[in-house]
């Protein structure tokens, strides 16, 4: 026959287990004293059950106990709280005069480590948190899932991280990033085949990617946009592998050619402009660049737009301070907008040939020696923390600053 207190006990130690094996499962040496929960958190009352520790040095058992103390870490949430553990563990004594650390704390494996202010199970998962989302965004996602942290901490635990193992990679991007935009480049190596970055160099010199490259003899491809020190430093590092101009740079290429539209027509043969000294000559130079645009050309659209809008205000009656007001333009444009009685004449200087065959998109393979020039890289954001993606399925290399000002 079973007592009221006998079986008050035994539904006492089993709901402790339970909660042990709900709180702990991968632990068998802590045991769970109390739970208290409020509004907002929940505190776990618990302490280590091992018999001792190994001395950390030489892995010897200490004799004797020194003293306990209580350790407050952060664990993973639970139901939408936020959870503490108040865990009490023992700092022994060895007794051993010629070892100079007389005492130490036991550490529990898999749940804390030494000065840490949380849980291992929770550190693992603020890294995810920060190798998904970086900093600012990942500190306001650990707030809404009861794990509060600023974005500072955050970066030190992704820093925290060992650096992984960097296979011999066979496809290579080489591209630049800024960390002062307009000021200081440096060069970004990526595998093309796994999409991960390599190494970061803190120039864009030739001298340095050749230094890079020749100490790795196993590179067949270099994929790279087409920057003169790039193309020398991937020719006297590995002359053996073949140069690739990306993908990105030439559909960029490709579509500044078609922005541009077609060249300008010839001047108008005429005597009389020949001599500059003439003012029927500088009237048939004005005239000569006043051509039409064709139709659908985007900068040619927004031009004759703007020119029927000023023109239909200013019929109106509106004044130009007045016009400039309604469209957000400068009295300065409305004034020249005004002046001009059809929109051809603003297209001047907006079409012409390609200032330099350096912006043909048609160049995609050169060897070490006939490398394709440089183009216009046009100008794109640098993206956070030096982690480049490029695409597996082409050789490419994704554009992430702008190789120089034009």
Not at 67 to 84: C, K
Not at 331 to 349: H, I, K, W, Y
Not at 362 to 386: D, E, L, Q, Y
Request: aromatic share 4%; glycine share 8%.
């Amino acid at each position: 026959m079973v007592s009221g207190a006998g079986l008050t006990l035994w539904a006492v130690e089993e709901v402790v287990l339970r909660l042990k094996e709900l709180l702990f499962p991968a632990n068998a040496d802590i045991a769970v004293l109390s739970v208290g929960v409020d509004i907002e958190r929940e505190r776990v009352d618990a302490q280590c059950t091992m018999a001792g520790a190994a001395f950390p040095g030489c892995g010897v058992c200490p004799t004797g106990v020194h003293s306990s103390y209580l350790r407050f870490l952060a664990d993973v949430p639970s139901a939408g709280r936020s959870v503490v553990l108040q865990l009490r563990v023992r700092r022994f004594r060895r007794r051993n005069t010629k070892c100079p650390r007389r005492t130490f704390v036991e550490q529990i494996p898999g749940l804390t480590r030494k000065y840490g202010q949380r849980t291992e199970r929770l550190r693992s998962t603020l890294t995810a948190v920060g190798l998904a989302l970086v900093g600012r965004v990942g500190a306001r996602l650990a707030a809404v899932l009861s794990m509060p942290i600023s974005r500072s901490t955050v970066l030190r635990l992704v820093e925290a991280l060992p650096e992984p193992e960097v296979s011999t990679a066979r496809v290579v991007g080489v591209d630049e990033y800024a960390t002062r935009k307009g000021r200081r480049y440096g060069t970004v190596l990526v595998d093309v085949e796994t999409c991960r970055p390599i190494d970061l160099l803190p120039d864009r010199e030739a001298s340095s990617l050749a230094a890079w490259l020749a100490q790795r003899p196993g590179i067949e491809v270099v994929c790279r946009d087409r920057a003169p020190f790039f193309a020398e430093g991937a020719a006297a590092g590995a002359p053996q592998a073949v140069q690739v101009a990306d993908r990105w740079h030439l559909w960029h290429n490709l579509s500044e050619a078609a922005e541009r539209g077609p060249p300008a027509p010839p001047l108008p043969p005429s005597p009389r402009s020949c001599d500059p000294g003439t003012r029927a000559g500088a009237r048939l130079r004005k005239e000569a660049v006043q051509f039409t645009l064709p139709t659908g050309h985007s900068f040619a659209e927004r031009t004759r737009a703007k020119h029927a809008t000023i023109h239909a205000l200013l019929a109106a009656g509106h004044s130009k301070r007045s016009v400039a007001r309604q469209l957000g333009m400068s009295q300065n444009t409305v004034q020249r907008f005004s002046r001009a009685d059809r929109p051809e004449g603003l297209f001047s200087g907006r079409t012409g040939p390609p200032s330099s065959p350096s912006t043909s998109p048609t160049s995609t393979i050169a060897g070490p020696k006939g490398a394709p020039t440089h183009g216009s890289s046009g100008r794109r954001a640098c993206p956070s923390a030096t982690k480049a993606a490029t695409s597996a399925s082409a050789p490419t290399c994704t554009r992430s600053a702008p190789c120089r000002s034009r």
